[in-house]
């Protein structure tokens, strides 16, 4: 089994406040993509990074893949109570080569 | 367009009761699995379907059927529900290709007693 890893597990922060979190393999990504799960909600996908060192940029999120594809970093710029969440990063292929991430559990207190 | 239904919303059964978890997309998704979410762990593919009348295991595939009769419907059953499949279920959709948005419903949450 490949594993991600992510950290922090749980992050509580004030409104206005900047974060980072991470997620790591052992392995090569091929491509990488984030989701973001609401409370009662299924999870619904940010973004897609495909190319090492590659940059997104999602209003106040920016999204960074590593230049040996085998990590990346969620950026929170200004942080909202509507940010709050589980983010998932997930190792993508064909729908039997998903594998997630445990999560990050963003919690933007106003 | 709807997108990817789920019902019920919640269910609780005792240990030994069957039940089927219902899954419907209308986006003509070739594409479709159930995956099961533990708190720490994720989320683990149960079963998947590339088409109609084409299914495959999982990570987690024991305790559940599931078949593929049409494109829209993906329904997942429990045969003898076990208080370890406790969780919530969650059934997604996309076109198959590698890197291609995953559409998942809202969840189905299971109390097995």
């Known amino acids: 089994t490949q594993l991600l890893e992510q950290s922090p597990q749980f992050l509580s922060i004030q409104e206005g406040e900047n974060l980072t979190v991470y997620c790591n393999s052992s392995s090569v990504f091929s491509s990488l993509q984030w989701y973001r799960q609401e409370p009662g909600e299924g999870p619904v996908l940010l973004v897609t990074v495909v190319t090492g060192g590659e940059v997104k940029k999602l209003k106040r999120l920016t999204f960074q893949f590593g230049d040996a594809r085998k990590d990346s970093s969620l950026h929170i710029t200004a942080a909202q109570p509507g940010d709050t969440g589980l983010y998932l990063c997930v190792r993508c292929g064909s729908a039997r080569q998903l594998t997630f991430g445990s999560g990050t559990q963003l919690t933007v207190l106003p | 367009n709807a997108g990817v239904t789920q019902t019920p919303k919640f269910q609780v059964l005792k240990t030994g009761q069957s039940m089927t978890l219902q899954c419907a997309q209308d986006?003509?998704?070739?594409?479709m699995s159930w995956y099961r979410q533990d708190p720490g762990m994720g989320l683990r593919l149960i079963h998947y379907s590339v088409g109609a009348g084409i299914t495959d295991q999982g990570e987690v595939p024991n305790g559940y059927n599931v078949s593929r009769s049409t494109t829209e419907d993906f329904p997942l059953r429990l045969l003898s529900a076990a208080p370890s499949q406790t969780s919530v279920y969650f059934c997604?959709?996309?076109?198959?290709?590698?890197?291609?948005?995953?559409?998942f419903g809202p969840g189905t949450r299971l109390l097995v007693l």
């Open positions: 986006m003509n998704h070739e594409y």
């Open positions: 997604a959709s996309s076109s198959g290709r590698p890197q291609e948005t995953q559409y």
